[in-house]
């Protein structure tokens, strides 16, 4: 028998399962939200920036989870004002800013105040999350429009 035929017995012997439905999106949904976040190519964590944009990383919905998870991660205790904003302080960063006058999205997600893109103090420079594994559930649980979008067109084909 030659190397092909061996390759091709071999590959008939195995079962192959193809991916689930889940599987599928959540592969779409990394690829999406690591190369072309928000529909722009080679771009990466624009929902992790305030930018322009009437938005807040908040309400931080398991504080008290992240605040324990992000403590064991850098070896060390974090108040809880070193991570988030309460509603107290945030509406003050941006006062004309309808979502951080809004008491019900707080906690917040700490930014870098730069001037500019504002990005969360947990994005690295080169814009990845660096708590992907231990981040807030409302970084989980975020679709920007055009990832759903995507989704949609994802599951019509499924």
Known sequence: M???GFLKDKLKAKSVEAPSKDE???N???YTCS???YGVKDQAGICCTIGERDWI?????????FLRDISKRLGREFTFDEIFYSYEEGRKIFPERETWQNPNNYPALRVVLDGKVYPCQFL???RKCTIQDIKPKICSDYLCDYLRESITK????L
């Open 57 to 65: 990383i908040g309400p931080i919905t398991d504080a008290d989870r």
């Open 35 to 37: 190369r072309v976040c």
């Open 154 to 157: 994802l599951e019509e084909r």
């Open 28 to 30: 779409l949904i990394h």
């Open 24 to 26: 599928m999106v959540n």
């Open 2 to 4: 030659n190397v092909f």
């Open 124 to 126: 690295s420079e080169d």
